[in-house]
């Protein structure tokens, strides 16, 4: 009887272990990365000039737009720094190592005045053979030009 049990409990093991993984996870996108890169010279978000742009970011994205992860950047000005920390709800993905991330953030400006939050912002990302590439971002109303993304590395899997 002993034995029984112990061939049984190692089937169920091996049924379980060796099973398929579900549909849902054979059908997610990973989108990871963490890095800097530079705007192009003129660019300004509320009024200040923007240098450049530190970022960190982990999503998984459904196959059916749904989506969950985080999205961080420091928008890096002569005088000030500008804090995006972003829910990401909903994604998609394109072909050419491309997605698109959306949710709600806080938008802190530098400026000593509390955060603003739950502001809408959208993040193109854009990935290259070597694992750079570009970051288009929108926060609000307000569509930033794309940073190249020359520090770091950013993936879409």
């Known amino acids: 009887m002993k034995r029984l049990a112990i061939c049984l409990a190692a089937a169920l093991v091996a049924a379980v272990v060796l099973s398929p993984a579900p549909a849902w996870a054979q059908t997610e996108t990973r989108v990871t990365g963490g890095g800097g890169g530079v705007f192009p010279s003129g660019a300004t978000f509320n009024d200040v000039p ?36 972003g829910k990401v709800s909903a ?7 491309t997605a698109t991330l959306s949710g709600a953030c806080s938008l802190d400006l530098g400026d000593g005045n509390l955060p603003l939050l739950n502001v809408p912002f959208t993040v ?8 750079r590439g570009a970051l288009g971002l929108v926060i609000g109303a307000t569509s930033l030009p794309a940073v190249t993304v020359n520090e770091g590395s950013m993936t879409i899997q």
């Open 124 to 131: 193109a990302v854009t990935t290259n053979a070597e694992g």
């Open 91 to 97: 994604g998609s993905t394109g072909s050419g190592g």
């Open 50 to 85: 923007l240098a450049g742009l530190k970022f960190g970011m982990g999503v998984i994205i459904s196959a059916d737009g749904p989506a969950k992860g985080q999205f961080q950047a420091t928008l890096l000005g002569p005088s000030a720094s500008i804090e995006i920390n």
